[in-house]
Structures are given as C-alpha cells and as structure tokens.
C-alpha cells in the first residue's frame, strides 16, 4: 500500500479511536489494540495501546473538567490506585505470553459487552 494511504487509514483510525475514547472514556483502547495486532506482536501492540491512547484521555479529561461535567474531587480518590495498578499492568504486561494477553482481553471485552446490555 502507498505511504500515503497507510496514513490516511492511520488519521482515519486515530480519529475513530479519539471519538470513540472522549464518548465512552477509555474505550478507544478496545478498538486500537485488535486493529495493532494486525501489524504488531500483541505485548508491543498493547504497549503502543497505551502510548496512543494517553494523549487521547488527557485531551478527553481537559475538556470533561473544563465542561464541569466531572471534578478534579470526584476523580482524585481513583487516581493514587489507578496510577499503582497501571504500574502493576505494565509489569504484567511483560511477564505474560501473547495467548494469555489475549485471552484477558477477550474476557475483558466479553465481561464489558455482557455489562452493557445489562444495564
């Protein structure tokens, strides 16, 4: 494919991904990783997950402040554990082979499908 379809389908996936994280939160991650596995081994694809999906949520927690719909002490008693276990994920992430990632990955997705059609 020419380079510069590799990028219009990289802009075209990042905004997707953008949209889908500043609607559901977090979510873009769901869409990001399946679509990295494509080109990367799952460990460097949940990494560069992560490395994308950061900026995306910083932007996404700016403007839910700014918007008032969500306050910084409402958020803070999450944080602290949140920041550990994140530390904690990274290290797995390093210790786990690519059919255990992927299996936790599915439940996760199963576990969130199952949560949204429930509620």
Known sequence: MPTYGKQFRNN???FLSGVINGLLGAGGGMLIVPLLKTRLN????HATAVAIIFPMCLASS??????GRV??????PFMPFGIIGAFVGTVLL?????GQLRVIF??????????????
């Open 12 to 14: 075209i996936l990042g």
């Open 42 to 45: 799952a460990r460097k694809a």
């Open 62 to 67: 700016v403007m839910y402040l700014y918007s």
């Open 71 to 76: 306050t910084l002490k409402e958020a803070l």
């Open 94 to 98: 390093t210790k786990l082979n690519s």
């Open 106 to 119: 599915s439940l996760f997705m199963i576990w969130a499908g199952v949560r949204l059609i429930t509620r």
